[in-house]
């Protein structure tokens, strides 16, 4: 008899996460679900990259961007929760 019914395992959610590939906080296998940010209670969607122990997220500054054309990050700082949708 098949089972229907589909249960995802999600891999954890680390202490600090980047979207950047060459970063060493990029974990591949987090990016395949889709993750929520909030900093102090608001949504995020423009996050970059966070960490949950130090309270921080970063975010690009506008369209602002170096000279390898990377967008440039500022951090803010707060109570950063991080969860699947």
Do not use: Q
């Not at 590939?21 to 974990?27: E, K, L, M, R």
């Amino acid at each position: 008899m098949n089972d229907t019914t589909e249960t995802t395992e999600y891999p954890p959610l680390p202490d600090r996460l980047s979207v950047d590939p060459a970063s060493p906080h990029h974990v591949a296998a987090v990016f395949e679900h889709e993750i929520g940010i909030r900093l102090n209670d608001k949504e995020r969607r423009d996050v970059e990259e966070y960490c949950v122990s130090e309270g921080w997220v970063k975010v690009p500054a506008g369209k602002t961007v170096d000279r390898k054309g990377r967008a440039l990050l500022i951090k803010l700082k707060g109570r950063v929760e991080v969860y699947y949708r």
